[in-house]
């Protein structure tokens, strides 16, 4: 098997379950005590914010991956849905931004990850009816 290949093959699929454009989501590898850390970071079109998603660690991309994209196909049947209202500095519209975690702090890392807590005033956090 190419790991190359595979890698572009789970890249793919992942997108396809998530039906987002290629654009709006960044797989970012990085190797962390001897595993692959794969952090997958999706990017809103609207207000251009990048957002963490979800990370997964593996032995490799490709493991990393794998688990990536069993992830994705449970993960609406495993966590809550939050509601997020925030204000970057420097801007005056207020925005709403939708996120699936475990609990409402897991959903402010999601929203907060890679940058500065200061660089976003979080207005409400509200955790949705389930369905």
């Known amino acids: ?23 709006q989501l960044l797989f970012e590898f990085r190797q962390l005590d001897g595993q692959t850390r794969l952090d997958l970071i999706t990017v809103n079109p609207r207000h251009q914010q990048s957002f963490l998603f ?14 990536m994209l069993e992830y994705v196909r449970r993960f609406r049947d495993t966590e809550s849905s939050y509601t997020v209202q925030w204000r970057a500095r420097d801007d005056k519209e207020l925005h709403t931004s939708y996120f699936r975690a475990h609990n409402m702090y897991e959903a402010l890392d ?15 956090v509200v955790l949705n009816p389930s369905s």
């Open 110 to 124: 999601k929203l907060y990850f890679g940058r500065d807590l200061n660089t976003i005033t979080v207005f409400s």
């Open 54 to 67: 979800r990370y997964e660690m593996g032995y490799d991309r490709v493991d990393a991956l794998r688990k």
């Open 1 to 23: 098997m190419d790991s190359h290949v595979e890698t572009a093959r789970l890249q793919r699929e992942i997108e396809q379950h998530l039906g987002l454009d290629p654009a």
